[in-house]
């Protein structure tokens, strides 16, 4: 199993920015699929959670301007970032679990990751 974050870089605030995760060696449909986001110092924080029934949840911090889905005939996880804060500035990364349903799982509890991605909103 592999995913391959991209889509990441630099963005003015209030700007906007869409993170994709492809797959390959499973199918998207039967895993929970989350982001997390890590910035220098901090702990790695979940950002948003879409399971294997379409249901999806999000951070307090990120409610009403981080959108995720996925595309299940391109096997990719999105994720469409809008009115960027500079305290979004992170490395994004993507991850997935073999359980159909993932909303409170530890990030150390999933099974598959990405490299990351970073994203920096500056003016």
């Known amino acids: 199993v592999q995913l391959v974050e991209s889509g990441g870089g630099l963005v003015q605030p209030g700007g906007s920015l869409r993170l994709s995760c492809a797959a390959s060696?499973?199918?998207?449909?039967?895993?929970?699929m989350s982001w997390f986001r890590q910035a220098p110092g901090k702990e790695r924080e979940g950002v948003a959670v879409?399971?294997?029934?379409?249901?999806?949840s999000y951070a307090d911090s990120v409610k009403g301007r981080f959108t995720i889905s996925k595309d299940k005939a391109k096997n990719t996880l999105y994720l469409q970032m809008n009115s960027l804060k500079p305290e979004d500035t992170a490395m994004y990364y993507c991850?997935?679990?073999?359980?159909?349903?993932?909303?409170?799982?530890?990030?150390?509890?999933?099974?598959?990751w990405g490299q990351g991605t970073q994203v920096t909103v500056s003016s």
């Open positions: 879409i399971d294997a029934d379409y249901i999806t």
């Open positions: 060696g499973y199918t998207y449909d039967s895993y929970c």
């Open positions: 991850a997935a679990d073999r359980r159909r349903y993932c909303h409170t799982l530890p990030h150390d509890l999933y099974n598959y």
